[in-house]
């Protein structure tokens, strides 16, 4: 089993649609989580952390569930701005980072 | 407010020649990293740096030499470049005394192409 993985998609949803990306991983010792968004040939940058309780930013929700070892990325509202790939990334003891493959999002008019 | 910096931003080159990949920040942050990034395996890590003079192997530092001489630079060597080192290649840093708990900033990428 990776480390991490996701469904990498592609999601293809009409603007104003709910989506939701899993991400799970594999290693129970891992204590930080995160959503990074990349863009179409761009650099990752930091979407969200994923806090134990759960944490939301706007139309943007993140869920960890750590006995089922996932957390979750829920997009309310999509614009076509939020066409992008997302990347789950988990830490693995001792300070490292595990980047997932990404999922694929296109917003569709 | 210039960030991180990777240089150069295209390079095509030929098996075996080597390749010096540059990134540099100017924040000051401690820690930098160098990651590949290939298709349906994300971004893997190859070597990071907790300070100047201080590195470490990632996930797939096979074939690949670093060096901080600097805080603010980290540049990236392929001793003999292959074609399974085509790839896109991103430099990130992070300000955190535990960077896996902490945010990443990384640079715009490199794509190089080894012929």
């Known amino acids: 089993r990776k480390e991490v993985e996701q469904d990498p998609g592609p999601f293809n949803v009409p603007e104003g649609a709910t989506v939701a990306f899993n991400c799970t991983y594999s290693?129970?010792?891992?204590?930080?989580f995160f959503w990074y968004r990349q863009d179409c040939r761009k650099e990752p940058k930091l979407l969200m952390s994923?806090?134990?309780s759960g944490n939301e930013d706007g139309r943007f929700t993140a869920q960890l569930n750590r006995a089922s070892q996932y957390i979750s990325l829920l997009i309310r509202d999509s614009k076509l701005s939020d066409s992008a790939t997302y990347l789950c990334?988990?830490?693995?003891?001792?300070?490292?980072?595990?980047f997932g493959p990404g999922t694929s999002l296109s917003v569709i008019p | 407010d210039a960030g991180i910096t990777q240089s150069p931003r295209y390079k095509i080159t030929e098996t075996g020649r080597q390749v010096t990949l540059m990134c540099h920040q100017t924040?000051?942050?401690?820690?930098m990293f160098w990651y590949r990034q290939d298709l349906g395996h994300g971004l893997r890590l190859i070597y990071y740096?907790?300070?100047?003079?201080?590195?470490d192997k990632g996930e797939v530092p096979d074939g690949y030499v670093v060096s901080r001489s600097k805080t603010e630079n980290f540049p990236l060597t392929l001793e003999s470049a292959t074609r399974s080192q085509t790839s896109v290649y991103f430099c990130?840093?992070?300000?955190?005394?535990?960077?896996?708990?902490?945010?990443?900033?990384f640079g715009p990428g490199t794509r190089l192409t080894v012929l």
């Open positions: 990130a840093s992070s300000d955190s005394l535990a960077p896996s708990t902490d945010t990443q900033y």
């Open positions: 290693n129970s010792a891992s204590q930080s």
């Open positions: 994923v806090y134990s």
């Open positions: 990334v988990v830490n693995i003891p001792y300070d490292k980072v595990i």
């Open positions: 924040w000051s942050h401690s820690y």
């Open positions: 740096s907790a300070a100047a003079d201080i590195t």
